[in-house]
Nanobody, 117 residues
């Protein structure tokens, strides 16, 4: 059974930085495309960034230049470094693990990030 456990969320002032992490178990981590998603109150969950096992990354336009996704395949962990945070970044951030061969995505429980103005 795949388990994804996020940590590192919290309250930060606008302009500040925060790093969240997600540790995976129950899966061959290197086979997964890992991603960070977020869901703000009253809005749909949206993709923030993804990273393949070879380090290829993708970012949604709204976070380019501010957020950095990285992964440590030896530790089954994916990170999201967030900088120049804005109140609009306030959301529950979810870790997602996509297995292309299975066409399946597993989710973590989410971690709250709140950016105060």
């Amino acid at each position: 059974q795949v388990q994804l456990v996020e940590s590192g969320g919290g309250l930060v002032q606008a302009g500040g930085s925060l790093t969240i992490s997600c540790e995976a178990s129950g899966t061959i981590f290197s086979l997964n495309i890992m991603g960070w998603y977020r869901q703000a109150p009253g809005k749909q969950r949206e993709l923030v960034a993804t990273i393949r096992s070879d380090g290829t990354t993708y970012y949604v336009d709204s976070v380019k230049g501010r957020f950095t996704i990285s992964r440590n395949n030896a530790k089954n962990t994916v990170f999201l470094q967030m900088g120049s945070l804005k109140p609009d970044d306030t959301a529950v951030y979810y870790c997602g693990a996509y297995r292309p061969g299975l066409g399946r995505t597993d989710w973590g429980q989410g971690t709250q990030v709140t950016v105060s103005s």
